[in-house]
């Protein structure tokens, strides 16, 4: 269909694509050719096992036909329809996403283009539910690059953009165990005391704001890129608490761990909550088309209901990418998706288990389903982490080259190796990859002090 000899994508690319997260003169890519199940190729026909779902997003795995049989047949029907249209696709997408949510009690859905502006469009739904301006968010997070998600971002990425991004963002501490500010000199507290603790920190943050001014809770259910934080037990239930107390709406990001990632549809369903609204993106579609949604208890949509919601996209509900969605999620049912990501999980943990007791870089694992991390240290005694916050090593560089190199994608992020393969790969294609992997953190190991 279109005219481009292989080995000019990259030259081509490199000079007229404007690189995000990028340096442009350092960037690099590799000139993708085809793909499929967990697996991907280059332009040179080199082989690659996908560790990262590419963004953490293709959640069915590669070249699904079922998928892509939906998409061309919605674009021969009706490609697009306008945002004040409805249309087949769309009442059976909504239908779709809200069957799935937690007890189908997120029964409203507004479609947006991806996770950014599904975050965005929640914070305006619960300023305009509750009347206040103030959202919490936790430092940990990462909710998106547009000016509204990026200002909810408590990762040092927002901080390149401030002081030109929304006003009105209060930040608060992740419950994390291994790096705890509150227990650094008592690490063997119990589990229910570290969630107090955490709980009481967040309470003491929203008596300082003001309730009353608070408008909403946005977290990740499972922290995703900044650490794969899962929270312990009785947190989630504490915030649903504390919001109900305060009459603060409750606000899940599951973008990345939604859509069977941690072994449920939902990650906050692994501690039976049922929050206001969950925004998504990614595993909505497995990205085989761009599309976000909120999800909302109808009593939230309801306070629109005499006077408009002063929002909207021109490409709301785009028709493609609803199809997109209705497939991925009737093929994840068909094919019992979320069920082998919640049996595969204890193979991945079993399997950084191994990995851990055989490196001395590293100094922590944690997974939940399908979403696993590396956390890799100079020295376990210290947890003095292989590279500096918010930067790399050479170390951890090398590491990254080594796993590419011998065909294994995957994702690093300061210090840590993020582990979030497609939801249907196997034990034998973990292990494929985790014999990378072994390999790849001899480097780390050697720069281990003692």
């Keep these: 269909m279109f005219d481009l000899p292989d080995n000019e994508i990259l030259p081509l690319s490199k000079e007229h694509v404007f690189w995000t997260w990028s340096a442009q003169a350092k960037v690099n890519p590799i000139a993708v050719k085809r793909a499929k199940g967990v697996y991907f190729w280059d332009v040179d026909d080199k082989k690659y096992l996908d560790f990262n779902s590419m963004t953490m997003c293709v959640n069915i795995g590669h070249g699904d036909e079922r998928i892509i049989k939906a998409m061309q047949e919605q674009a021969a029907e ?31 859905v507004l479609f947006t283009l991806g996770g950014a502006d599904a975050n965005e469009n929640a914070i305006k739904l619960a300023r305009g539910y509750t009347k206040r301006h103030k959202i919490l968010t936790r430092y940990r997070s990462y909710h998106g690059a547009s000016a509204g998600a990026m200002a909810a971002t408590g990762d040092p990425r927002r901080v390149a953009w401030e002081p030109n991004l929304m006003p009105g963002v209060v930040h608060f501490l992740d419950p994390y165990r291994y790096r705890s500010t509150f227990h650094r000199t008592n690490p063997n507290i119990s589990e229910a005391d570290f969630t107090q603790d955490y709980l009481n ?5 929203i008596l300082y704001e003001d309730p009353k001014s608070i408008a909403a809770i946005l977290m990740e259910s499972v922290t995703g890129t900044n650490g794969v934080i899962i929270p312990p037990e009785g947190y989630m239930q504490g915030v649903r608490k504390l919001c109900d107390k305060y009459g603060i709406v409750m606000i899940c990001d599951e973008v990345m761990s939604g859509f069977g990632r941690t072994g449920k549809w939902f990650a906050i369903e692994n501690w039976n909550v049922v929050p206001d609204m969950i925004t998504m993106a990614k595993g909505l579609t497995s990205a085989y088309a761009p599309l976000g949604a909120v999800a909302m208890k109808p009593e939230i949509a309801a306070a ?28 994840m049912r068909e094919d019992k998706v ?50 500096p916050w918010n930067g790399s090593s050479p170390e951890m560089n ?53």
């Design 201 to 205: 920190h967040l309470e003491e943050i």
């Design 304 to 331: 629109f209901n005499e006077h408009a919601f002063e929002s909207g996209l021109t490409y709301t509900s785009h028709p493609i990418s609803l199809a997109a969605a209705v497939a991925n999620i009737q093929a």
């Design 398 to 450: 090398a590491v990254k080259k080594f796993c590419v190199d011998n065909g294994l994608f995957l994702y690093t992020h300061w210090h840590t190796v993020l582990i979030i393969p497609p939801l249907i790969i196997d034990e034998a294609q973990l292990k494929e990859g985790f014999d990378v992997l072994d390999e790849a953190l001899k480097i780390t190991d050697r720069t281990v002090g003692g």
């Design 338 to 387: 979320v069920e082998h990501a919640a049996s595969m999980g204890g193979v991945l943990r079993r399997m950084l288990s191994d990995l851990g007791e055989a490196h001395p870089s590293v100094g922590e694992v944690r997974s939940i389903g399908l979403f696993g991390i590396i956390e890799l240290v100079k020295d376990r005694k210290t947890k003095e982490p292989m590279a």
């Design 78 to 108: 009706l490609p697009y329809a306008a945002p004040g249209m409805t249309t087949k696709i769309r009442a059976l997408a909504s239908r779709e996403v809200a069957s799935v949510t937690p007890n189908g009690a997120l029964s409203k």
